[in-house]
């Protein structure tokens, strides 16, 4: 179905950030054919949607959550994000875990939510690979909803890992024990390449020669070791779960080391050393921010941190880490706006800002000519009137919420 999205207050959160106060927006094969300003005739072959009074706004991203892996309306029997048998599970996929009709995918569409990154927890010093998907899919095939897989690796320091190993006796125990399980697992993957490398070198010299008797043996595929070196070759980035300013520290040390692109996830104690964090040009997907102190590493959890990073010049995004359902992912940007950040940063926080993160701002993040058709259509601001009600979701071109 093509539609003709008309008389909405369209706000792009493109380059230019152009908002248009009475625009259409043409939408062809899932995808922004055009957009217009004022009054114009619409082409033959469209549904018109009249959204007079309305505010058209990009479709939201999470850029860290676990939505379709952790099922909490059946217990234990949906926990299926977090691995929790070896300090190193680089080789597992959320992809393969991932229940496209997750009740929290719904709430997620209801909320203004139609993209997500989703992987596994933080139990695991590397807890696997994390993949970005729609929020909404006909077919309720998980492979239908991908944006992109894998899409980044998570890895985790602080209280989570020490504290599942730590329990048992096991390394790591401690934060140097984590950080050490993180420095071996990268050395192991660097010796894996090098081993690659020097058997590609020797088959390419014995075929030269025709001395097909020397092709030397295959090395052994190593699951943990393939999908580590796509992180080293930085095919897919290293997304950190951290939150006491020390394990910022160390996350940034680490990737340093291996020479691997960095997204901080959460850095809850990032208002503390916001200006290293700056000079160090590494973005950070922050929050959840609503989480209580459950833990020592969240006593200084506050919704002053996005504002305090963003003054520093750090690139952020907002999250909700799955504490929040998403059926009310507004109120993390609005908390982070009462706290002191400007309304336009906390929207293009979960809008470009957010795509640019996560790899996917050729198709998402701004209503743009070209882009994927995934757009809100609110009855106010949501950012600016909490109590704004999202009226209709369109992903991919397609109706995927309407409010009745």
């Known amino acids: 179905m093509n539609y003709a999205i008309v008389n909405g207050k369209i706000y792009t959160v493109n380059k230019n950030e152009k908002i248009i106060d009475k625009g259409t927006i043409l939408i062809k094969d899932g995808k922004i054919e ?38 909490g309306s ?7 994000g977090n691995e929790m048998t070896d300090p190193n599970t680089a080789h597992v996929r959320a992809l ?4 496209p009709e997750d009740p929290g995918l719904e709430e997620a569409r209801i909320g203004g939510v139609t993209t997500i990154q989703t992987g596994p927890g933080s139990g695991n010093v590397i807890g696997g690979t994390d993949t970005i998907i729609k929020t909404y899919c006909k077919s309720k095939i998980v492979d239908d909803m991908i944006v992109k897989t894998p899409s980044s690796m998570k890895a985790a320091l602080g209280e989570n890992p020490k504290r599942v190993y730590g329990t048992d006796k096991k390394l790591p125990s401690t934060r140097m024990g984590t950080a050490a399980v993180f420095r071996k697992a990268f050395v192991d993957a660097q010796n894996y390449g090098k081993k690659w490398e020097e058997y590609k070198l020797k088959k390419k010299q014995a075929e030269e020669k025709e001395e097909l008797d020397k092709i030397p043996s295959e090395p052994d595929r190593d699951l943990n070791n393939e999908v580590l070196l796509k992180v080293l070759k930085k095919e897919i980035p290293l997304n950190f779960h951290c939150h006491q300013a020390n394990d910022i520290v160390t996350a940034i040390r680490l990737a340093e080391e291996f020479n691997i692109d960095l997204m901080l996830v959460h850095a809850t104690e990032g208002h503390k050393i916001a200006d290293y964090i700056a000079k160090k040009g590494v973005p950070v997907s922050v929050g959840p921010s609503l989480a209580g102190f459950e833990k020592v590493e969240l006593r200084n959890i506050s919704f002053e941190t996005p504002a305090k990073l963003w003054k520093a010049g750090v690139k952020i995004s907002i999250q909700s880490d799955s504490f929040t359902r ?23 926080a979960i809008t470009i800002n957010a795509a640019e993160m996560i790899g996917v701002s050729d198709r998402l993040g701004s ?4 882009k994927d058709a995934d757009l809100v259509i609110w009855s106010d601001h949501p950012l600016e009137n909490f109590f704004a009600e999202n009226k209709l979701v369109l992903i991919d071109g397609e ?6």
């Open 367 to 370: 209503l743009d000519i070209g």
């Open 34 to 71: 055009n957009i217009l300003e004022g009054d114009t005739s619409i082409p033959e072959g469209y549904e018109i949607i009249d959204v007079e009074g309305k505010h058209v706004f990009p479709g939201f991203i999470d850029t860290h959550t676990h939505q379709g892996l952790f099922d």
């Open 96 to 99: 393969d875990a991932i229940n």
């Open 399 to 404: 109706i995927a919420y309407k409010k009745e």
């Open 74 to 80: 059946i217990g234990w029997a949906g926990f299926d």
């Open 326 to 348: 998403l059926k009310h992912f507004q109120i993390l940007p609005c908390m982070a706006i009462k706290e002191g950040l400007p309304v336009n940063e906390a929207l293009k």
